[in-house]
Nanobody, 126 residues
């Protein structure tokens, strides 16, 4: 059983930056592909970014490509999401998710992930 805990959310002005962290415990972190999803009020949860078990491969939603960077540190059991050039439409609760998988396929569907964190709120003011 893997537990995930996000941190780093907050209120930021448009154009600003935030760095989210997701600390994992209870499993062998390097056996899991990791991802970030987000959910805005009244909207479906949507895929943001994913990273392979080794950190060697990443994949992004078109809406964040070039602005967000996902990374991981397997020695610290942590995955990060660096968010730059934030826009009001980035406002959402951000969740990290883990999938037991050591291949190279990037899963963008929430239904393919096994474990989820509680989320951290990101609010971008205009």
């Amino acid at each position: 059983q893997v537990q995930l805990a996000e941190s780093g959310g907050g209120l930021v002005q448009a154009g600003g930056s935030l760095r989210l962290s997701c600390a994992a415990s209870g499993g062998t972190f390097s056996r899991y592909a990791m991802a970030w999803f987000r959910q805005a009020p009244g909207k479906e949860r949507e895929f943001v970014a994913t990273i392979s078990w080794s950190g060697g491969s990443t994949y992004y939603a078109d809406s964040v490509k070039g602005r967000f960077t996902i990374s991981r540190d397997n020695t610290k059991n942590t995955v990060y999401l660096q968010m730059n050039s934030l826009k009001p439409e980035d406002t959402a609760v951000y969740h990290c998710a883990a999938k037991y998988y050591r291949g190279n396929y990037h899963s963008t569907s929430e239904y393919e992930y096994d474990y989820w964190g509680q989320g951290t709120q990101v609010t971008v003011s205009s």
